[in-house]
């Protein structure tokens, strides 16, 4: 019964290739993110999603493109991966004020 | 600038003695605040969180926090630290007006020693 689940957990791929990383959540929250955590821990926020229509796109690269069919689901493509790009990947949702987030439990991914 | 300071990036204590994981916020608004655990290889879970009623919040597993607004400070503490508390802590705030928008602090690993 997980609040929002991400898929795959581990992503292990070589450089150059396309790969996608889905998020759902059964919450009836109406706002998703991605966060990007590096090795030192730090949680970076990459795109938020409100409703299906995109709120926050942070500088990221535009090989990172997310895409969201419906309020509970955030999928998140990478194209031409990089080295760069190893990094978790957390999906969370909350609701509108000051809720806070309920978090997915990760997508390691590892380029190599 | 709108920022959360976390003071420390490790803190070790002992088990059965008190913890205290420090937390400062810089904010124009009147901020939402919030305490998440990560344990190894594990997604964030939200511990506690303050927004805008009672200022000492109560979270999971023992933890507490205090917003003092005069010192800017939502200090994480449990009276006798356990040792399945050893994980990461992110001091979290929703410091901005607008969309949800919200700002991590960088973590504090806490280690306890049996």
């Known amino acids: 019964d997980t609040a929002v689940s991400q898929t795959p957990k581990y992503l292990v791929t070589q450089m150059g290739n396309d790969k996608s990383i889905k998020c759902e959540q059964n919450l009836g929250h109406d706002t998703m993110y991605w966060y990007k955590q590096d090795s030192k821990k730090f949680l970076k926020i990459m795109f938020s999603?409100?409703?299906?229509?995109?709120?926050i796109n942070e500088t990221v690269p535009n090989r990172f493109s997310p895409k969201s069919p419906d309020k509970a689901h955030l999928n998140l493509h990478i194209n031409s991966l990089e080295l760069g790009d190893s990094a978790v990947y957390f999906c969370?949702?909350?609701?509108?004020?000051?809720?806070?987030?309920?978090f997915g439990s990760g997508t390691r991914l590892t380029v190599v | 600038a709108q920022s959360v300071t976390q003071l420390d990036s490790h803190v070790s204590v002992s088990e059965g003695t008190p913890v205290l994981l420090r937390c400062n916020y810089s904010s124009s608004y009147s901020p939402s605040l919030f305490w998440y655990v990560q344990h190894p290889n594990k997604g964030l879970q939200l511990l506690l969180k303050?927004?805008?009623?009672?200022?000492l919040v109560k979270g999971i597993n023992g933890f507490e926090a205090e917003f003092k607004k005069s010192e800017t400070s939502f200090h994480l503490t449990k009276p006798s630290a356990h040792m399945s508390d050893a994980a990461e802590y992110f001091c979290v705030g929703t410091l901005a007006g607008g969309y949800q928008k919200v700002t991590f602090g960088t973590g504090t690993k806490l280690q306890v020693i049996p």
């Open positions: 969370a949702s909350s609701q509108r004020g000051p809720y806070g987030y309920t």
């Open positions: 303050y927004t805008s009623a009672a200022t």
């Open positions: 999603y409100n409703n299906k229509e995109l709120i």
